[in-house]
């Protein structure tokens, strides 16, 4: 079956975040991912993954307010003098976390008229990314997320996502494919990441509808996993879901696996 790393931004919030990394291993996972880590100063996050034997294989370049509604950072015209400074602490956290993949949110444009400047700045940016992390040994990742929860988002679909990654052809950026947007989405994971796996960075995943945790929506796990497994992709598949009760109890799909 797939590696699979806990997404301790999503997972374990029973405790606080410095908590998570033991609650992760005592769990049985020997990776872990961030969605933002700065909360916590990079260098007690390290620590934490040398005392737990721990992998961090994933976090996000800052995206300013995207969570909470705003259109972030790395697509927005007037906004790139704060990406620069928000690529700048990502990169401090990558020197010390060294994680295998970084990934960079593109954001949402929230007038329209403006999408063809929003998606040059964001390829701009994401190339800036890539020069930047390159050197670490690390590569840069971007997703699509599903527009029907985040309205807006310029990179909603597989075929966006491949048509950026086909203009800017560095081998150093990948797609970052969230199984649970792009079935959102109406999209066919499977068969994507069978034909497109080279070209992925990094996976991740949730139930669809509702994202929580496989078994609490529509999608055939079963296949997915196989789908993944028997595909060319050999990185890490990060459990990013909403647990429907504690965390402990969402991980049935984790111990069926092994």
Not at 74 to 101: H, I, N, S, T, W
Not at 112 to 130: G, H, V
Not at 161 to 169: K, N, Y
Not at 174 to 184: A, F, G, T, V
Request: hydrophobic fraction near 45%.
């Amino acid at each position: 079956m797939p590696r699979f790393s806990a997404n301790l931004s999503m997972l374990f919030t029973e405790v606080e975040l410095i908590d998570r990394f033991a609650a992760a291993r005592a769990a049985g996972f020997n990776a872990v991912e961030i969605q933002f880590p700065y909360e916590l100063e990079a260098e007690p996050i390290r620590r934490k993954l040398n005392e737990y034997d721990l992998q961090l294989v994933l976090f996000n370049v800052p995206a300013d307010g995207l969570l909470q509604g705003g259109e972030g950072l790395a697509c927005v015209p007037e906004k790139q003098a704060r990406f620069r400074e928000a690529l700048a602490l990502a990169v401090e956290y990558a020197k010390v976390l060294q994680p295998p993949a970084i990934n960079v949110l593109p954001g949402r444009c929230l007038d329209p008229s403006r999408i063809a400047l929003y998606l040059d700045t964001f390829k701009r940016n994401l190339c800036l990314a890539a020069d930047a992390f390159t050197p670490l040994g690390i590569k840069t990742v971007f997703e699509a997320i599903n527009s029907l929860d985040m309205p807006g988002f310029i990179i909603d679909t597989s075929a966006k996502m491949l048509a950026v990654q086909d203009e800017l052809q560095r081998a150093n950026i990948c797609l970052q494919y969230d199984i649970y947007h792009m079935l959102r989405m109406g999209e066919d994971p499977a068969a994507f990441i069978a034909k497109y796996a080279g070209r992925i960075g990094h996976i991740q995943f949730a139930d669809c509808p509702g994202r929580g945790q496989p078994g609490t929506g529509s999608a055939d796990w079963a296949a997915l996993f196989s789908a993944i497994d028997s595909s060319a992709y050999d990185g890490w598949v990060g459990a990013e879901y909403k647990p429907v009760g504690d965390t402990s109890a969402s991980l049935g799909w984790l111990n069926h696996s092994r």
